[in-house]
């Protein structure tokens, strides 16, 4: 193994990086750098951000909302309090009736897409399997 005492922006300190390197467990000989790119994207994996597409109503089978956020509490209760002046605070709607959690962003704005195709009733029967009594979740939020 070899150890590189020289300060990072050295010449030897970036040979070491592109130089092959044998792994116990790899087939092939690598590169340092190679599998320090692999090390981050194991880490950025393990602290995986979270998305929610949501669904907001003013009432039972009223005025609906959908959206996407990686903070759910925090919009929710933006549109609670009616800080963004829009839709939400013109119809009233700010009652969390149907929330689904996801782990990419591509993945939760690709469902949201598709929910704010869907057909009313479609939508109806989506929340109603989940949230019968179409009852306010946000309070349930803190056990996120």
């Known amino acids: 193994m070899k150890w590189c005492t020289a300060d990072a922006k050295s010449m030897q300190a970036?040979?070491?990086?592109?130089?092959?390197?044998?792994?116990p467990g790899l087939?092939?000989?690598?590169?340092?750098r190679y599998v320090l790119h692999r090390a981050r994207e194991t880490i950025t994996v393990a602290m995986a951000k979270r998305y929610f597409v949501y669904i907001l109503a003013n009432e039972r089978r009223g005025v609906m909302y959908v959206g996407v956020t990686?903070?759910?509490?925090?919009?929710?209760s933006e549109h609670k309090s009616k800080i963004v002046p829009g839709f939400t605070s013109r119809y009233g709607v700010s009652?969390?009736?149907?929330y689904e959690e996801y782990s990419?962003?591509?993945?939760?704005?690709?469902?949201?897409?598709?929910?704010?195709?869907?057909?009313?009733p479609w939508k109806f029967k989506l929340i109603e399997d989940a949230n019968p009594a179409?009852?306010?979740?946000?309070?349930?939020?803190?056990l996120l």
């Open 14 to 23: 970036r040979r070491l990086l592109f130089e092959p390197v044998k792994i």
């Open 27 to 32: 087939r092939r000989i690598t590169s340092l």
């Open 70 to 76: 990686n903070n759910l509490a925090r919009r929710t």
């Open 95 to 98: 009652n969390l009736v149907y």
């Open 104 to 120: 990419a962003i591509v993945e939760a704005r690709d469902r949201e897409r598709s929910l704010k195709h869907w057909r009313r």
């Open 134 to 142: 179409w009852r306010d979740l946000y309070d349930e939020l803190v």
